[in-house]
């Protein structure tokens, strides 16, 4: 509901009376509006175009400047942005935090995403990890998941927990599973499932001893997708034991159901747990029309079927949905 439909309803109960209706509606047109988000997205748009400009800039000119020169300005580079958000790092605590400089979180992203550029440059210019592919991913991981941690980011966070599944050889394209992924090899589907649930039991521990509880959202996030597309593709491409991977899938779509209740019982975070709701709702909802038209065969009672099947289960998910969002929310 909109500031102006909650005070026609205050005023309609005799709580407010019409001048203090009139008076608050004036403040609230004329109030300033704030543009943090807009600054951060920005901000954080900037990096991004900072650091692909810097990648090209290397492709095009390396032959010119020299590999020495480029990798000596990018490295001091990602030295001096990792001083400068070392130097205004927030103060150390188990509970969500900032850092003491409003440019400091950019400081930090900005080093990784350096980092990045200079390590691929280095293998591809020197060859520096030889023939372990491994280390070019586990490194980012090993050094960004503290950094994450000490500095309290969670863009960083995402960083290390996307470098840590690629070294285990796992791509995630969930709109191309079925058709071009490596999902097709059964002990990489093994190897997600298992770090994601590593991830998650991980997530829930550290959410238990309240260290930085709100880091949840992003394990869960990360690799909540990870394991409900390893399970999709598990039930996809091995028929002889896709009776597992269905299972598997019930049960985390409904955890992730079941968490997202107690999440929005527990907290204010709505957004985050209609999140987990969604994420249940459509991995289930791939997952269990896959076994019902290409294991049960339902498709053989006729074409009919088709229509009516996406038509009725259609509109009990979207009502499902609707009925799970709170009630100011489903008014808008």
């Given at each position: 509901?909109?500031?102006?439909?909650v005070?026609?309803?205050?005023?309609?109960?005799?709580?407010?009376?019409p001048?203090?209706?009139t008076?608050?509606?004036e403040?609230e047109?004329?109030?300033?509006?704030?543009?943090?988000?807009?600054?951060?997205?920005?901000?954080?748009?900037?990096?991004?175009l900072?650091s692909s400009g810097l990648?090209?800039?290397?492709?095009?000119?390396?032959?010119?400047?020299?590999h020495g020169?480029?990798?000596?300005?990018?490295a001091?580079?990602?030295?001096?942005c990792?001083?400068?958000?070392?130097?205004?790092?927030p103060?150390?605590t188990p509970?969500?935090?900032?850092?003491?400089s409003?440019?400091?979180?950019?400081?930090?992203?900005?080093?990784?995403?350096?980092?990045?550029?200079?390590?691929?440059?280095?293998?591809?210019a020197?060859?520096v990890?030889g023939?372990?592919y491994?280390?070019?991913?586990l490194?980012?991981?090993?050094?960004f998941l503290?950094l994450a941690?000490?500095?309290?980011?969670r863009?960083v966070?995402?960083m290390?927990?996307?470098?840590?599944?690629s070294w285990?050889?796992?791509?995630?394209?969930?709109?191309?599973?079925?058709?071009k992924?490596?999902?097709?090899d059964?002990k990489t589907?093994?190897?997600a499932?298992?770090?994601?649930l590593?991830?998650?039991?991980?997530?829930?521990?550290?959410?238990?001893?309240?260290?930085k509880?709100?880091?949840?959202?992003?394990?869960?996030?990360?690799?909540?997708?990870?394991?409900?597309?390893?399970?999709?593709?598990?039930?996809?491409?091995?028929?002889?034991?896709?009776?597992?991977?269905?299972l598997?899938?019930?049960?985390?779509?409904?955890?992730?159901?079941?968490y997202a209740?107690?999440?929005?019982?527990?907290s204010?975070?709505?957004?985050?747990?209609?999140?987990y709701l969604?994420i249940?709702?459509v991995y289930?909802?791939?997952?269990?029309?896959?076994?019902?038209?290409?294991y049960?065969?339902?498709?053989?009672l006729g074409d009919?079927?088709?229509?009516?099947?996406?038509?009725?289960t259609?509109i009990?998910?979207v009502?499902?949905?609707?009925?799970?969002?709170?009630?100011?929310?489903r008014s808008a």
């Open positions: 509901m909109s500031p102006n439909d005070l026609s309803e205050l005023s309609k109960q005799g709580i407010v009376a001048a203090q209706q008076e608050i509606a403040i047109q004329k109030k300033p509006f704030s543009l943090h988000w807009e600054l951060r997205s920005m901000l954080y748009l900037g990096i991004l900072l990648g090209l800039l290397v492709y095009d000119n390396f032959d010119q400047i020299g020169a480029l990798l000596a300005v990018i001091l580079a990602c030295v001096g990792f001083i400068f958000a070392w130097r205004f790092r103060e150390w509970g969500q935090t900032k850092s003491r409003s440019f400091g979180d950019y400081a930090l992203i900005l080093a990784c995403l350096l980092f990045l550029t200079l390590e691929g440059y280095a293998q591809y020197y060859n990890f023939t372990r491994g280390l070019v991913t490194l980012p991981a090993v050094l503290p941690y000490r500095f309290d980011h863009g966070l995402g290390a927990l996307t470098a840590l599944i285990v050889g796992v791509t995630v394209r969930p709109l191309e599973l079925y058709f992924t490596n999902f097709f059964q589907v093994y190897s499932i298992g770090l994601a590593v991830l998650i039991g991980l997530a829930l521990g550290l959410e238990r001893q309240r260290i509880p709100h880091f949840t959202y992003t394990y869960l996030t990360i690799a909540g997708n990870l394991l409900l597309v390893a399970l999709l593709g598990g039930l996809f491409n091995f028929e002889d034991v896709w009776e597992w991977f269905a598997g899938l019930a049960v985390t779509c409904v955890a992730f159901d079941q209740r107690r999440e929005r019982r527990l204010a975070n709505v957004a985050g747990s209609f999140v969604l249940s709702v289930g909802y791939i997952g269990f029309t896959y076994v019902v038209f290409h049960l065969r339902l498709g053989s009919n079927i088709y229509y009516w099947y996406f038509i009725l259609g009990a998910l009502y499902y949905l609707m009925s799970q969002l709170p009630k100011g929310n």
